[in-house]
């Protein structure tokens, strides 16, 4: 009996075979798993185009806004970090009176929604879009005792490396997770350590990022640190390295500006605690401890600002960042308005330097309210200077040798001359 040919597929199934042989295709050339969510497009900017549209704005203002681009590299590996500098009355009135807000976003390559909450902030803080429940006058009043820095990528080169696919990766262009690099209690290893996830480098600041964002704290001196995540919802003060948060009235402090937070803004729906403590593991080397441990920043956060549960772990791109327009949109807002919140709650406690009593917290000054104006403690009066400094590079070292060695040969020049002429004189009076 000869054997019979099979019968062909039914049209549906033949229909459903090739879709699944294109769809494997294309997630090849892309990378991506055929289960996994890409970027929306739509929604996001890419790391070029979130760059060209702030330089934009800071070319529209340029009474209010400045941006610096540090640079730095570390055996063959090398950054460029984009600093956005907002003053409202000019940088020569920051006389020491103000407040100083450093605010990075974008440490994790993978948590693309946190640059554009920086995009929109800076939009706000400029341009005044649209603030519903903001009264105008009083927030431009808040504005002026403030100069905030904002990082709007700080992993740079990590976010490309998402861009072209890799929309599981948090860690720098070269493996390094930023956040872990820093040298409060650097290295230490938890039971479940992944070295994917948390690989902090080979020593504390190997990373060019981590030595830009370290110099960065120490000449601007911020009084307010936020280190801006996504993965989950949270507001975290220090410590990250252990299930505790710091004695003290400092942390008196941090927790009334966070329970504040918290409950003008999210109807007390954040968690609200140490990093280590709240969010169930110990994390090492972190930006924020160090902010607190070494800088002395007296009120450092972590925000987590998003993270969607019912992802898969393996669809990364949905699991740090709000897919559809209407649940990004809501981030964006919802967050721009607790920095808002945020810088007025941090005034209020730091220029009045007292804990807010629980009735004031029951009572609380909405967005509009008056701001207490008192003085606070000097700050360093050349941070410009400083950080001008972070400029040099072996341009200007160069520079200044060739100087050096042009000088030293006209001083000798000079100095051959004037003994020539001498012994000329001599030897005439000798024979005169
Ligand atoms: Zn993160």
Redesign the pocket.
């Known amino acids: 009996m000869a054997a019979s040919s099979p019968p062909p597929p039914p049209p549906f199934l033949a229909l459903t075979l090739a879709l699944a042989v294109l769809a494997s295709a294309s997630a090849t050339g892309a990378r991506i798993p055929a289960s996994t969510t890409p970027i929306s497009r739509s929604l996001y900017h890419s790391s070029d185009a979130l760059l060209r549209d702030i330089k934009a704005l800071v070319g529209r203002h340029p009474d209010k806004l400045s941006m610096d681009t540090i640079t730095a590299s570390n055996k063959g590996y090398s950054t460029d970090l984009f600093v956005v500098t907002f003053n409202h009355v000019k940088e020569s009135t920051d006389n020491g009176s103000k407040i100083h807000v450093l605010l990075s976003f974008g ?2 390559g993978r ?1 693309l929604i946190t640059s554009e909450v920086a995009l929109h902030l800076l939009y706000i803080l400029t341009e005044k879009h649209k603030i519903s429940g903001v009264d105008l006058s009083s927030f431009e009043k808040m504005l002026e005792n403030l100069v905030i820095k904002v990082v709007p990528m700080e992993n740079l080169n990590g976010r490309k490396r998402v861009e072209e696919g890799e929309l599981c990766d ?1 860690r720098n262009g070269r493996g390094v997770d930023l ?1 872990r690099n820093w040298s409060v209690d650097w290295g230490k290893k938890e039971k479940d350590y992944d070295p994917y996830e948390e690989n902090p480098g080979t020593a504390p600041f190997s990373e060019p990022e981590a030595q830009i964002m370290r110099e960065l704290s120490k000449s601007f001196k911020p009084h307010m640190w936020v280190n801006v ?3 989950m919802e949270a507001l975290f003060m220090p410590y990250d390295h252990k299930n505790t948060t710091p004695n003290g009235a400092s942390a008196h402090l941090m927790r009334s500006v966070l329970e504040n937070l918290n409950h003008r803004h999210f109807q007390d729906s954040c968690l609200v605690g140490s990093g280590g403590g709240a969010v169930g593991y110990l994390a090492h080397g972190t930006t924020t401890d160090y902010m607190y441990d070494i800088v002395k920043v007296p009120m450092p956060f972590t925000f987590e600002i998003y993270g969607d549960e019912t992802a898969s772990t393996s669809d990364c791109f949905k699991m740090f960042n709000p897919v559809d327009k209407t649940t990004f949109d809501r981030v964006i807002n919802k967050w721009c308005m607790a920095f808002l919140i945020l810088f007025e709650e941090g005034l209020r406690n730091l220029q009045d330097a007292q804990v807010v009593s629980q009735s004031a917290v029951d009572n609380w000054v909405p967005m509009g309210g008056d701001i207490v104006e008192r003085s606070v403690a000097r700050k360093s009066s050349n941070e410009k200077s400083k950080l001008e400094g972070l400029d040099l590079g072996m341009q200007e070292l160069r520079t200044y040798f060739r100087l050096f060695i042009i000088s030293t040969v006209l001083l000798m020049f000079m100095f051959c001359t004037r003994i020539s002429k001498n012994r000329n004189r001599d030897t005439d009076e000798q024979s005169a």
């Open positions: 440490q994790h948590e948090r956040n995540h996504s993965g």
